[in-house]
C-alpha cells in the first residue's frame, strides 16, 4: 500500500515531470492541476487527528533512512503551502505555455513540502536543495544574470546548512532532529560542544535560512528572482518558498534552543540568540520597505514587498515569547495569501496590458473590475488594515513586542505598516484610478482560471480577517498554550483585545452611511484630472511628479545618502576582488614556465615527505 505521505509529497513532482511529457495545450493544464490538488486533499484528510496522533514514514534511500512526519506544526506549514502552490497551478493554466514551467514549478512544490514534513538532516537538506534547483531553473529561463545571483547566495546558504550539519553529526552521532534535540540538551550539562562551536552552529544556520527567507543583507537575489519569473509562479515563490526559510528559524529553537540560551545567555533581559533574531527581522522590514516605496516597476515594489514582510515574520519569532510565535506563525499564513494574491494579480495586471510600469498603467478598474477588486483587498491586508487577515497578524507581533519590552522593534512594525501604506495607496491609484492611456481602452478582464486562483487566496484574507481566532484556536493547540484568548471572532491578549467581528461592523455601516451621503447628499460635480504635484520645487519638465511617474523622487532625494550604499553593490565589489584575487593566482602558477613547474612537484614532494606519506 502505498503511504499517504509519499503521496502527499511526489504528487506534485510526478504531475510536473507528467506535463513537462506530454506538453500539448490542455493536458499538461490538467495533469498540473491534479498534481497541485492532491496535497490540499491529503492535508484537508488529515487535520481532524492531526493535533492528537501524528502521520509518520520512514523511505530507505541509498543506505539512508529518510523521516518524514506530519504534526500539528508542519501540518501548518504544509497546509498553507499546498493553497498558495493550488492557486500558482490555477493562475499558470492562464499565463504559462510551457511544460517547462510546469516541470520545475510542481518541483518546487514536493521540494518545499519535503522541507516541511522531514525529520532528518538528510532529507531536510535534499529536498532543500530540490526546492532551490526547481526555483533557479524558473529564473535562468527568463533572466540569466538574476538566476546567477540567485544560484551564488543559495550556493552560500547549502554549503553553510551543510557545514553545520556535518558539525552537528561530528558531535551528537546523529542526523534525525529528535536524537540531534536531545543530545545538545544533554550537552548542556556535559559541555562538549563548546560556546564557539554553539556560535559558530547558530551563525552557519541563520546564513542557510536567512538566504532562503530573504533576510537583509542576503536578500539581493529576491527583487530580481522574484519579478523574472511567471509571475503566477511567483505567488508561490514569495508565498511559500520563503517560509522555507522561517520554518528554518523555528528548526533552530527545536534543535539548540536551550544550548543557545546556555551558551549565550541573555543581553538587556532578552534572549540574546533571539534578540539577534528580532533585529534582523526589524532591519528587514524597515530596509525592504523603504526600497519598495521607491520603485517605479510593480514587480520590483513587490519584491522588496515580499522581502519586508518575511521579516516581520522573523521579528516576531525573534521576540522568543509565546505570544510572538504565535503572531509570527499567524503572520505566514496572512502573508502567504495577500502576498500570493498580489503576485496574481500582477499576474492578470501583465497578462492582460503587457505594462510593469506605474508611468504605462491607470484606469484600469473599470477595465478589470474582479482584478481591482481582488487587489483592493490584498492592498487592505498587507497594510495592515482590519478587518483583513493582515491586521490581525500584525496586530499580534506589536502586542508580543510591547509584552517584551522592545519599543524599538514595536517601532521598526510601525514604520514598515507605514511605508506598506505608502506603496499600496501609489499602486492602488496609480493602476487603477485616474487618467487610463489610450492604448489600454480595448484591455479585458483576467482569463477565468487566473480569477479563480485570486478568489482562492482572497477568501481566507476576509475569513481568517473576520474570524482570527480560528487562526489561534489551532495555532494555541499546536503550541501546547492558551496565550491568545478570545473566540473566533475575538483576540485576548494580557495588554489588549481586538474584536474583529465588530470592527467589520462599524466599518460595513460608515461605508454604508458614507455612500448614502455620496448618492443623495453631496452636490457633486465634475472637475478636472491632473495626476501632477510638485513638493514646492519649481514646475519644470524635468522635475514633473504624478502619482505614476516619481511620485516619491522627494523621498528619495531625502534619502540619497544612505541610497549611495547598496548591499548589491557590495557584493558585486566583493565578486570582483576574488576575480582578480584568482586571475593573479592563476597567472603566477600557469605560466608556462616549465623550470617553475618542476619547482612546485619538488615543494610537494618535500611536505608529502615530511608528512611521512613518502
Given amino acids: 500500500m502505498i503511504n499517504e505521505l509519499m503521496v502527499l509529497l511526489f504528487a506534485p513532482l510526478i504531475a510536473g515531470i507528467a506535463a513537462w511529457a506530454f506538453d500539448f495545450r490542455g493536458v499538461r493544464e490538467a495533469v498540473g492541476l491534479t498534481g497541485a490538488l492532491v496535497p490540499p486533499i491529503l492535508l484537508a484528510k488529515a487535520y481532524p487527528g492531526i493535533l492528537n496522533q501524528p502521520l509518520s514514514y520512514t523511505l530507505k534511500v541509498g543506505g539512508f533512512n529518510l523521516s518524514f512526519q506530519l504534526n500539528a506544526l508542519n501540518w501548518y506549514f504544509a497546509a498553507i503551502a499546498s493553497l498558495v502552490g493550488l492557486a500558482m497551478a490555477l493562475g499558470m493554466v492562464s499565463t504559462s505555455r510551457s511544460g517547462y514551467e510546469w516541470l520545475f514549478a510542481l518541483m518546487s512544490y514536493t521540494g518545499v513540502l519535503g522541507v516541511f514534513i522531514s525529520q532528518d538532516f538528510v532529507g531536510f537538506f535534499l529536498l532543500w536543495e530540490l526546492m532551490t534547483f526547481a526555483s533557479f531553473m524558473m529564473v535562468l529561463r527568463n533572466n540569466r544574470h538574476e538566476s546567477l545571483k540567485y544560484f551564488v547566495l543559495s550556493i552560500v546558504g547549502a554549503y553553510a ?31 562538549a560542544i563548546g560556546r564557539g562551536e554553539t556560535i559558530l552552529l547558530f551563525l552557519l544556520f541563520l546564513t542557510a535560512f536567512g538566504v532562503k527567507a530573504g533576510a537583509v543583507p ?33 528548526l533552530i529553537y527545536i534543535l539548540m534552543g536551550a544550548k543557545l540560551y546556555t551558551e549565550l545567555g541573555t543581553f538587556h533581559g532578552h534572549i540574546t540568540f533571539a534578540y539577534i533574531m528580532a533585529w534582523i527581522g526589524a532591519v528587514t522590514v524597515v530596509v525592504a520597505s523603504f526600497l519598495a516605496v521607491l520603485q517605479e516597476d510593480i514587480r520590483k515594489l513587490f519584491a522588496y514587498s515580499s522581502v519586508g514582510q518575511v521579516g516581520y515574520i522573523l521579528l516576531a519569532f525573534g521576540v522568543g515569547t509565546e505570544l510572538g510565535f504565535a503572531g509570527g506563525l499567524f503572520h505566514v499564513l496572512s502573508h502567504a495569501v495577500f502576498k500570493g494574491l498580489f503576485w496574481l494579480v500582477t499576474a492578470a ?25 481582488m487587489g ?43 511605508l506598506a501604506f505608502a506603496y499600496v495607496v501609489r499602486f492602488l491609484y496609480a493602476v487603477w484610478f485616474g487618467q487610463r492611456p489610450s492604448d489600454l481602452d480595448d484591455v479585458k478582464e483576467a482569463p477565468l482560471p487566473l480569477l479563480i486562483a485570486m478568489a482562492v487566496l482572497a ?11 480560528l487562526v489561534t484556536e489551532y495555532l494555541n493547540k499546536a503550541l501546547g498554550s492558551s496565550i491568545v484568548g478570545g473566540d473566533y471572532f475575538k483576540l485576548v491578549t494580557k495588554t489588549g483585545t481586538y474584536n474583529a467581528l465588530l470592527v467589520t461592523i462599524i466599518l460595513v455601516l460608515g461605508l ?57 553593490r557590495f557584493y558585486e ?23 617553475s613547474y618542476s619547482w612546485y612537484l619538488a615543494i610537494v614532494l618535500l611536505i608529502l615527505a615530511l608528512w611521512g606519506v613518502l
Fill in 459 to 469: 477568501i481566507p484574507n476576509l475569513l481568517f480577517g473576520i474570524a482570527p481566532g
Fill in 161 to 191: 546548512m551543510l557545514l553545520a550539519i556535518a558539525i552537528l553529526y561530528t558531535k551528537t552521532g546523529a542526523l534525525d532532529f529528535a536524537t540531534i534535540r536531545q543530545a545538545l540538551y544533554m550537552d548542556i550539562s556535559i559541555g
Fill in 349 to 373: 495586471i501583465i497578462l492582460q496590458t503587457g505594462k510593469t510600469k506605474f508611468k504605462d498603467m491607470g484606469g484600469l478598474a473599470g477595465k478589470m473590475p474582479f482584478t481591482f477588486a
Fill in 512 to 568: 454604508a452611511i458614507a455612500g448614502l451621503i455620496y448618492l443623495y447628499g453631496a452636490g457633486v460635480r465634475r472637475i478636472s484630472v491632473t495626476n501632477t504635484y510638485q513638493s514646492g520645487n519649481p514646475v519644470t519638465e524635468e522635475f514633473n511628479l504624478s502619482i505614476r511617474k516619481n511620485f516619491y523622487r522627494p523621498l528619495a532625494e531625502a534619502l540619497d545618502f544612505w541610497l549611495k550604499y547598496s548591499w548589491d
Fill in 218 to 250: 542576503l536578500h539581493v537575489w529576491a527583487p530580481g528572482a522574484y519579478s523574472e519569473v511567471n509571475q503566477s509562479y511567483t505567488a508561490f515563490f514569495s508565498g511559500a518558498l520563503s517560509k522555507a526559510g522561517a520554518y528554518g528559524f523555528i
Fill in 573 to 595: 565589489r566583493l565578486a570582483g576582488i576574488a576575480e582578480d584575487f584568482g586571475d593573479a593566482v592563476r597567472q603566477s602558477f600557469y605560466n608556462g614556465n616549465v623550470q
Fill in 376 to 418: 483592493l483587498i490584498a492592498v487592505l491586508s498587507l497594510a495592515g488594515i482590519p478587518p483583513l487577515a493582515g491586521f490581525a497578524s500584525k496586530w499580534l507581533i506589536y502586542e508580543a513586542a510591547i509584552s517584551a519590552h522592545m519599543p524599538l522593534v514595536a517601532g521598526a512594525i510601525f514604520l514598515g505598516s507605514g
